[in-house]
């Protein structure tokens, strides 16, 4: 079986470049858990692009994504939606990253991978596994700070349970 793991290079970064890396994605989670999309927003790079596709997609190389984002303005209309034009039902969402690791600093940034797990909390139901994969990002330093170039949550199941309404 073929392995799209990708290859850690042997000069991966210093350990300050992890730290920065680290407290992005630390950013990142709790802007999501604590529901500022905003907030959210401003983590990513201006010509950004975030994708959510399942890991059968990325594997073969289909351009399909679950959604697809292709600056911070569409993200910021997604943002928008789920702000002020979607109807659902209240729900408590919490996402772990674990497992961080540079893969490479090239000319356009530093490669990373994460592993991801999304929790759901529905009112009256129990807590269950929304989605666990992985992100395939691409970090650049803008206005300062580390920002998301490229964000790619890929799932690992051929579906998602519910609804998905928040970022991954």
Same mark, same amino acid.
């Given at each position: 079986?073929?392995?799209?793991?990708?290859?850690?290079?042997?000069?991966?970064?210093?350990?300050?470049?992890?730290?920065?890396?680290?407290?992005?994605?630390? +950013?990142?989670?709790?802007?999501?858990?604590?529901?500022?999309?905003?907030?959210? =927003?401003? =983590?990513?790079?201006?010509?950004?692009?975030?994708?959510?596709?399942?890991?059968? $997609?990325?594997?073969?190389?289909?351009?399909?994504? !679950? /959604?697809?984002?292709?600056?911070?303005?569409? !993200?910021? +209309?997604? /943002?928008?939606?789920?702000? $002020?034009?979607?109807?659902?039902?209240?729900?408590?969402?919490?996402?772990? /990253?674990?497992? !961080?690791?540079?893969?490479?600093?090239?000319?356009?940034?530093?490669?990373?991978?994460?592993?991801? !797990?999304?929790?759901?909390? =529905?009112?009256?139901? #129990?807590?269950?596994?929304?989605? /666990?994969?992985?992100?395939? +990002?691409?970090?650049?330093?803008?206005?300062?700070?580390?920002?998301?170039?490229?964000?790619?949550?890929?799932?690992?199941?051929?579906?998602?349970?519910?609804?998905?309404?928040? #970022?991954?």
């Amino acid at each position: 079986m073929k392995s799209d793991a990708p290859q850690v290079t042997s000069d991966e970064p210093r350990a300050t470049s992890h730290e920065r890396v680290r407290a992005l994605y630390d +950013d990142y989670a709790f802007l999501l858990n604590t529901g500022d999309l905003e907030g959210w =927003l401003g =983590l990513f790079a201006e010509d950004c692009s975030y994708r959510i596709v399942s890991r059968e $997609n990325h594997s073969q190389g289909l351009p399909l994504a !679950l /959604v697809r984002c292709d600056s911070r303005a569409m !993200l910021a +209309d997604r /943002v928008a939606a789920i702000r $002020n034009t979607q109807f659902f039902a209240a729900r408590v969402m919490r996402s772990f /990253v674990s497992g !961080l690791r540079i893969l490479s600093a090239t000319p356009s940034g530093l490669e990373v991978t994460a592993s991801f !797990l999304v929790t759901e909390a =529905l009112e009256r139901e #129990p807590p269950r596994i929304h989605s /666990v994969g992985e992100y395939r +990002d691409l970090v650049v330093t803008r206005d300062g700070g580390l920002r998301f170039a490229r964000k790619c949550a890929i799932y690992d199941s051929p579906m998602i349970q519910t609804s998905l309404i928040y #970022p991954l």
